[in-house]
């Protein structure tokens, strides 16, 4: 028990700190302006549009990638429970993505991959004759929504995977006998199998997903505008870019508090599975 | 070795109370089976000696001295799971050393332990195998070799036999017997089957809801039951149990008939009771003998040939069923018409609370 | 039954379709790394491989002493978190108390914090404490950052240990610290060990803190890779060159040591 105080003291100081300087102006720039501030920063921050887009943003981000990473990943995961030649090297290239460092996947696909002159998929589509895209310039979002799904999609297949495998074959077997094709095998059988695992990943995406920060630093840097600016960019761009330290943490708050409903929707529908 | 006392033990689970207050003692060398149905309280109070329980209230003592507070590994005592929670990642002699390697008792001496508990169980073929590679009897054997090796005061025995198949059992219940008599050791056995009470224990300990129904010898346990409960519970099979009324109250025992009007007298003081008052009449079922002359008259519904004997279950005149045990070589058929007469000695009557009243005739085998 | 002969191609062509299309980013990396500025630009396989790229990355930083930190870094932050972890996770799987699946979930949750709502605490206490680029600060930041998830992963792993055989430790005479130490830890490796593969991963890749607490004495390589950026962007194979050098030791690692971590996987949480 003292090693959970340990912890639980080490966790609080700065959640602490953070919601002290919410309240205060603190702002690096203008030290004078120094002083309690009450809900300044809160009402600054509501009526600020950023904030709101930052929201909405974030909620996409998380949304979109989710919903791409456990769909693949249960789609590849049957796939790669299937024998063929060579699988466990196509496995292992196919979950790679995920030893990958953010900064480095930001940066390979900002310069390799999505550059609007040089990248390979411009060069691919001058090659049929397409006008190329400036990805980051005209879908900020949907581009970084792509860049981390790449990064998770490898999570979810491996965790997935695990699942799959350890679906039971004589039930696949009992499935068949009663006459289940490939496809009501995979509704009936494999996918409610594996509502703990897609919980299990939901839960650990999210909470990084949430935070998501190197790959828009790297590529958009939030914009153009704020069109791709969630709430960690938007705290950083407070707190470092423009040296509010009071906005940043009362920003910081509200991060504290989406994160705790979130949580709590997790709780909900996906921990009570986890019996945790 | 070690006697084992406790006094008005209780257990609460917050506003619940599981354990209603027990007081016992344990003799030296007793072999102890607590005994009763699932949910009786028997693993708690089980666990509560071992110390892996908290006691709410009341004491235990090993050797008169209060051990309340002592932490499981400080009472000297030794357990037997029902899982065997053998250690997986461990081979046989190491989770037989485990304790005295705990104790940092020397190599050799830790050894020259584990080889003559394995000599004891006819373990030695398999000191280098982990548990996973032997078989349920093997694994059943190896618990009780770690609970050996640590010479322990008292040996505590949580259903060990439960996970056996039938005839493994059987086998085992001798050999648990033999082992009590060689390491003459105060042992305490939980069990909900009632033959592996029977057939181990120098005292069973009947418990319902928490409670002691009864204390006693196997035989007194049988032929003595003071309630309802464990009447039913001990014997196999089970005691016959028929509504009566009190008829007559006499100095050689009480009257009392049965729905149809057949009156039975059974040698138990009359107590309190009075005439018209509603009992509980119970026959053994080797109690009852198929007699031309008897007085209960019934239909043959089936016969179990069991061989040596036969139960026969036949529905009486007042539409109850009961069994009737006879010689296997009696030819009595299904839907033959008998008549039954009762052997008063095992006639036992309860009031309306599931007493007993007190037999007036001494059993020569129970005390 | 056989799967007819057409499907088991389909299916070993799919695969491994979207097998190379997964590493296709990471392939196109390592091959634009061997590449000449001038080829690297032009999106064309033929070239003539040279390490020359490699040359420049290396003689501008010193790879190795960042390479060394991100190793002491990870390590370091993934062992203290289990240090910190495996008690933690032992009293709330096996003493639990009322608040402890509370406890649990606000753990859970402190982790979709955004980092940098607490880097002004956390930047302030380590300029007070003398921490700022320093290792040890690193290594502290780290195993915080990955105590929720690693005291989570822990506590459904230990929650598969059938609570009998640590009784029985208790009744050999195992104190909490032997408990754990011969009877759990050992019961529990796999999920252990796939537990600290995960935070070691986490802690290699860390960007956040490492850019904003660290300058030069303690900077690991996600430091290094930055300082290749934006600036240098049009550098494609000097960028490459050194990008695959910050991904090469975590990915090896993670290709060896994947089984592993899948096997706890499947032992713990999944399961």
């Given amino acids: ?276 | 070795m070690a006697t084992l006392t406790l006094r008005d033990l209780r257990k609460n689970y917050g506003p619940m109370e599981v354990i209603k207050g027990v007081s016992l003692d344990v003799a030296d060398r007793e072999l102890v089976v607590f005994v009763g149905p699932s949910g009786c309280g028997k693993s708690t109070l089980l666990r509560m000696i071992a110390g892996l329980e908290a006691i709410t209230a009341g004491e235990l003592q090993i050797d008169g001295q209060r051990v309340n507070e002592l932490g499981p590994a400080d009472r000297g005592l030794a357990m037997v799971f029902q899982s065997y929670a053998l250690y997986p990642h461990m081979t046989v002699r190491q989770n037989m050393g485990f304790a005295l390697r705990l104790a940092r008792v020397p190599r050799a001496e830790r050894d020259r332990k584990v080889d003559e508990a394995a000599r004891i169980l006819q373990l030695e073929p398999y000191l280098d195998r982990r548990p996973k590679d032997l078989s349920g009897g093997q694994r059943q054997r190896v618990a009780i070799g770690r609970a050996i090796v640590r010479q322990p005061r008292v040996f505590l025995f949580d259903e060990p036999l439960s996970n056996l198949d039938a005839a493994l059992r059987g086998q085992m219940r001798i050999e648990l017997s033999r082992l009590h008599e060689e390491l003459n050791a105060t042992m305490i056995y939980v069990t909900h089957d009632q033959v592996e009470a029977m057939t181990l224990a120098d005292k069973i300990v009947v418990l319902q809801a928490g409670r002691v129904e009864q204390v006693g010898s196997p035989l007194d346990l049988y032929h003595r039951p003071e309630n309802l409960f464990v009447a039913g519970f001990i014997g196999s099979p089970q005691m016959n149990m028929l509504p009566a009324t009190v008829q007559e109250a006499g100095p050689s025992g009480l009257a009392v008939a049965l729905a149809s009007g057949t009156r039975i007298v059974a040698p138990v003081a009359a107590g309190s009771a009075n005439q018209g008052d509603s009992v509980t009449l119970g026959i053994r079922p080797e109690g009852l003998r198929l007699d031309p002359d008897g007085p209960i008259g019934g239909e043959v519904r089936l016969a179990e040939r069991l061989g040596g004997l036969t139960l026969l279950h036949v529905t009486i005149e007042d539409g109850r069923q009961v069994t009737v045990q006879i010689e296997g070589s009696d030819l009595t058929r299904p839907h033959e018409t008998v008549r039954l007469s009762v052997n008063p000695v095992a006639c036992h009557v309860f009031d309306q609370s599931g007493r007993a009243f007190t037999h007036l005739l001494k059993h020569s085998l129970a005390a | 039954m056989q799967d007819s002969l057409l499907q088991r191609v389909t299916t070993a062509i799919t695969g491994w379709a979207v097998a190379l299309l997964l590493f296709f980013p990471i392939g196109w990396m390592v091959l634009t790394s061997f590449k000449t500025e001038g080829d690297a630009v032009k999106s064309s396989l033929a070239f003539t491989p040279t390490l020359a790229s490699y040359g420049e990355v290396l003689a501008r930083a010193d790879y190795l002493s960042f390479a060394l930190n991100s190793v002491v870094v990870s390590v370091g932050g993934t062992v203290l978190a289990l240090l910190f972890a495996i008690p933690a996770a032992y009293s709330m799987a096996f003493h639990p108390t009322a608040r402890t699946r509370g406890t649990l979930l606000w753990m859970l949750s402190t982790k979709m914090l955004p980092p940098v709502g607490v880097l002004v605490p956390i930047y302030l206490l380590f300029r007070t404490a003398g921490l700022l680029d320093s290792r040890i600060g690193l290594v502290l930041i780290y195993a915080l950052m990955n105590l929720p998830i690693v005291v989570w992963m822990l506590f459904t792993f230990y929650k598969e240990v059938p609570n009998d055989i640590l009784e029985a430790g208790r009744m050999d005479g195992a104190r909490v610290f032997s408990e754990v130490w011969h009877l759990l830890l050992p019961l529990t490796m796999p999920g252990v060990a796939s537990t600290g593969l995960l935070s070691l991963i986490l802690c290699w890749n860390e960007a956040f803190w490492s850019l904003n607490l660290t300058s030069a004495g303690a900077a690991p390589l996600t430091t290094f890779i930055a300082s290749f950026s934006s600036p240098e962007g049009l550098f494609f194979a000097k960028l490459s060159a050194a990008s695959t050098m910050a991904v090469a030791p975590i990915l090896v690692f993670g290709w060896f040591s994947q089984r592993q971590l899948v096997r706890g996987l499947t032992f713990g949480a999944v399961k």
């Avoid at chain 1, 996947?105 to 001058?126: C, D, E, T």
């Fill in chain 1, 1 to 276: 028990m003292p090693s959970v105080i340990v912890l639980l003291a080490w966790m609080i100081v700065p959640l602490v700190m953070t919601v002290w300087f919410s309240f205060q102006y603190y702002n690096l720039v203008n030290p004078e302006a120094a002083g309690f501030a009450g809900l300044d920063n809160y009402e600054f921050l509501v009526t600020d549009p950023d904030f709101w887009a930052a929201l909405t943003n974030t909620v996409i981000l998380l949304g979109s990638v989710l919903v791409i990473t456990v769909g693949f990943g249960t789609l590849l995961a049957v796939l790669f429970d299937q024998p063929f030649p060579g699988r466990n090297i196509a496995r292992l290239l196919a979950i790679s993505p995920f030893f990958v460092m953010p900064t480095v996947s930001a940066l390979v696909w900002k310069n390799l991959l999505m550059h609007p002159i040089y990248g390979v998929l411009s060069v691919a589509m001058r090659a049929v004759g397409l006008e190329p895209v400036d990805w980051f310039a005209q879908y900020p979002l949907a581009s970084v929504i792509a860049i981390v799904s790449w990064e998770w999609l490898p999570f979810a297949l491996l965790i997935l995977l695990t699942a799959v495998q350890s679906l039971d074959h004589e039930q696949r077997e009992a499935a068949r006998m009663d006459g289940a094709g490939a496809i009501a095998q995979f509704f009936f059988l494999t996918l409610p199998h594996l509502s703990r695992a897609i919980g299990v990943v939901v839960m650990i995406e999210t909470i990084f997903l949430l935070t998501v920060f190197a790959e828009i630093f790297v590529t958009t840097s939030g914009g153009p505008g704020n069109a791709s600016t969630n709430l960690a960019f938007l705290i950083y761009a407070r707190a470092l870019l423009q040296y509010d330290i009071g906005g940043a943490s009362a920003g910081g708050v509200v991060a504290i508090v989406l994160a705790n409903i979130v949580a709590f929707f997790l709780v909900r529908s996906i921990a009570r599975r986890l019996e945790v």
